[in-house]
């Protein structure tokens, strides 16, 4: 293993608001099993972007938000065998509106 520190997926990096054309990262597992850091749960990822592939941790639940959905679809996908190791899929984020018209992260999974 590197010394190097790998990055976070930045979600304010993601702007998008309208579920119809939301933002596509292209991932694939490196180890689909989540862990806990300091500030959120996460799993470690390769991101494929303008033609490179980069490890990265990809924040599936901050420990400081209530929005657990990526979490909960990660780890069920996990648990059925649909994300394993080497599993390449499409992480779409768009910025919704919760119950209480507040702003939320909203995901799904494309494989």
């Known amino acids: 293993m590197s010394d190097e520190k790998i990055p976070y997926i ?4 993601y702007h998008s608001k309208d579920k119809d054309n939301p933002n596509r ?3 694939e597992a490196d180890e689909p ?6 500030y ?4 470690k990822v390769r991101v494929a972007e303008n033609g490179n592939t980069e490890e990265k941790y990809l924040p599936l639940k901050s420990h400081e938000s209530v929005n657990a959905s990526l979490l909960k ?10 994300i394993k190791k080497g599993t390449k899929l499409v992480l779409k984020t768009w910025l919704g509106l919760s119950k209480n018209n507040r702003p939320i992260r909203r995901y799904e999974l494309e494989f």
């Open 25 to 27: 990262i292209r991932i």
């Open 10 to 13: 930045k979600w304010g990096d």
């Open 73 to 82: 679809m990660w780890t069920e996908n996990v648990n059925e065998g649909r």
């Open 33 to 38: 099993t989540p862990f806990d850091s300091e």
């Open 40 to 43: 959120s749960t996460n799993v």
